[in-house]
Structure formats: structure tokens, C-alpha cells
T-cell receptor
Framework: DAGITQSPRHKVTETGTPVTLRCHQT?????MYWYRQDPGHGLRLIHY???????DKGEVSDGYSVSRSKTEDFLLTLESATSSQTSVYFC?????????FGEGSRLTVL | DQQVKQNSPSLSVQEGRISILNCDYT??????FLWYKKYPAEGPTFLIS?????DKNEDGRFTVFLNKSAKHLSLHIVPSQPGDSAVYFC?????????????FGEGTQLTVNP
């Protein structure tokens, strides 16, 4: 258990509104990740961070931005939510090739 | 382009029998492989891993086999228990380091019937 907390756990929003999901970790892991889980696609990497203020894109980064101002916090922002971004979002931290996941944030965009 | 593929969306087995979950990959740069288990409304949790220098790794009831020439790995669970019912994700990366990015398969829903 890497002490990962995601908030909010559930959110319903409307198309075009901005949304921010927060990930907080207590293990001081350098690497943090945002994945989304969709049926038939498994887990796909959105963005990741290799340190404070150091981030990079994953395979499905369009429409998402991230920020990491402190080691323990990694924010995922949807600037203008679309229905295709309805998904379950998982934050993870990494150590020695292994990822530790949070419990997920279920986002519904109407 | 699905670099890690789990072709069976679901698998159903009887309690006490063997469960075999399969995974194929296409990227020859992958050399570290993991299996994750996911229960509903929870995040995935690490189950077992294998490095490309091995062809087998065992941890209790769980064994992972790697066939590099076929780009195929499998997870064996013996004996299967009802508590093993979950979604299992195969994952791969190009290196076994803290910064490695994992590529996941689609997942296989395992149901173990009492």
C-alpha cells in the first residue's frame, strides 16, 4: 500500500466544463502516473511525472494536462470535458518497475 | 496498435482447478512483465512479475511463464479459489526501473465457481 489517495472518487459533470482530479501520495515516490481504464482497452497511460515540475505525455494525452508542484501531489485537468472522457481514472506511483495504484476516480461527462 | 494483448475477455473455472490466463506482446523491446489483479471499485494490485532473463517465476499458488521467442506469457493459478475472481491485467515495460512506463493488456475477467 503506497498511500495513494484520489479525489474526488466520483464526479458527474457536463460537456465543456473543466475538471481537475487530484492524486496525493505519502510514500515520497519520485514517479507518478495517470491512467484511464475503459472496457476493451485496459489501462492506458495519459501523462506521467518523473519529478516536481517534470511531466511528459502518455499514449492518450489529448484533452488532458497535468501539474506537479509538490512531490506528493499530481493533478490531472480536463480543460473542457467531453463525453469520450467518461472513464475511470487511476493514479499510480512507481518504484523498481512496479506501479502502486490508487482506488480510482469515476468521471461521467454528460 | 495494441502492443500487449489478452485475447480472452473472460475465463470461468471450478474451484480447485487450474486457471491459465494468457498474454501476447508485439514489442521486442519489452523485457519486464507483470500481472495485476483488480477487484471491482478498487485499484489494480501487483501480483507477480518476471524478467526476460527468466522463463518462470513462482509465488505460492501463482506462476508466470515467459516464452520470449513466441512473445507470450501466461499466469497459472493452482489451485483456483473463489477469492481469485477478479480482472487480471498483463503489463510490460522496456526496463525494470522506477521510471518505467507500463503498457497494459485489455484484461481478463476470471470467475472461480465454488
Amino acid at each position: 500500500d503506497a498511500g495513494i489517495t484520489q479525489s474526488p472518487r466520483h464526479k458527474v459533470t457536463e460537456t465543456g466544463t473543466p475538471v481537475t482530479l487530484r492524486c496525493h501520495q505519502t510514500e515520497n515516490h519520485r514517479y507518478m502516473y495517470w491512467y484511464r481504464q475503459d472496457p476493451g482497452h485496459g489501462l492506458r497511460l495519459i501523462h506521467y511525472s518523473y519529478g516536481v515540475k517534470d511531466t511528459d505525455k502518455g499514449e492518450v494525452s489529448d484533452g488532458y494536462s497535468v501539474s506537479r508542484s509538490k512531490t506528493e501531489d499530481f493533478l490531472l485537468t480536463l480543460e473542457s470535458a467531453t463525453s469520450s472522457q467518461t472513464s475511470v481514472y487511476f493514479c499510480a506511483t512507481g518504484r523498481a518497475g512496479e506501479l502502486f495504484f490508487g482506488e480510482g476516480s469515476r468521471l461521467t461527462v454528460l | 496498435d495494441q502492443q500487449v494483448k489478452q485475447n480472452s475477455p473472460s475465463l470461468s473455472v471450478q474451484e480447485g482447478r487450474i486457471s491459465i490466463l494468457n498474454c501476447d506482446y508485439t514489442n521486442s523491446m519489452f523485457d519486464y512483465f507483470l500481472w495485476y489483479k483488480k477487484y471491482p471499485a478498487e485499484g489494480p494490485t501487483f501480483l507477480i512479475s518476471i524478467s526476460s532473463i527468466k522463463d518462470k517465476n513462482e509465488d505460492g499458488r501463482f506462476t508466470v511463464f515467459l516464452n520470449k521467442s513466441a512473445k507470450h506469457l501466461s499466469l497459472h493459478i493452482v489451485p483456483s479459489q473463489p477469492g481469485d475472481s477478479a480482472v487480471y491485467f498483463c503489463a510490460a515495460s522496456a526496463e525494470e526501473t522506477s521510471g518505467s512506463r507500463l503498457t497494459f493488456g485489455e484484461g481478463t475477467q476470471l470467475t472461480v465457481n465454488p
